[in-house]
Nanobody
Framework: QVQLVESGGGLAQAGESLRLSCAAS????????MGWYRQAPGKQREWVAT???????FYSNSLKGRFTISRDNEKNTVYLQMNSLKPEDTAVYYC??????????????WGQGTQVTVSS
């Protein structure tokens, strides 16, 4: 049973923006911090951002300022707004839910991933 469903990935040119969405079940959404990871080809999965149930946000230092995480509690959906995209942002982006999202062993739920490809 798929409990986190991502959408919004695709192809963008450098400098453009994309917004990813992750729809979750109500139980998962209300009881967990939500966040995003990404995995580029040949690299380890990398934490991107977290948003708490109360709306506090945390970002990877390397991405802060270009990426914004938000949540819509009525839609049980978390978003990742990605601006000023760079070719190095090319990766599969995964939605995650857990108690401490930035630590993979504390992620309880993973999405199936959505591909983001940025061309130069």
């Amino acid at each position: 049973q798929v409990q986190l469903v991502e959408s919004g990935g695709g192809l963008a040119q450098a400098g453009e923006s994309l917004r990813l969405s992750c729809a979750a079940s109500a139980t998962i959404f209300s009881g967990n911090k939500m966040g995003w990871y990404r995995q580029a080809p040949g690299k380890q999965r990398e934490w991107v951002a977290t948003i708490s149930t109360g709306g506090d946000t945390f970002y990877s230092n390397s991405l802060k300022g270009r990426f914004t995480i938000s949540r819509d509690n009525e839609k049980n959906t978390v978003y990742l707004q990605m601006n000023s995209l760079k070719p190095e942002d090319t990766a599969v982006y995964y939605c995650a839910a857990g108690t401490i999202v930035r630590i993979p062993s504390y992620v309880h739920y993973w999405g199936q991933g959505t591909q983001v490809t940025v061309s130069s």
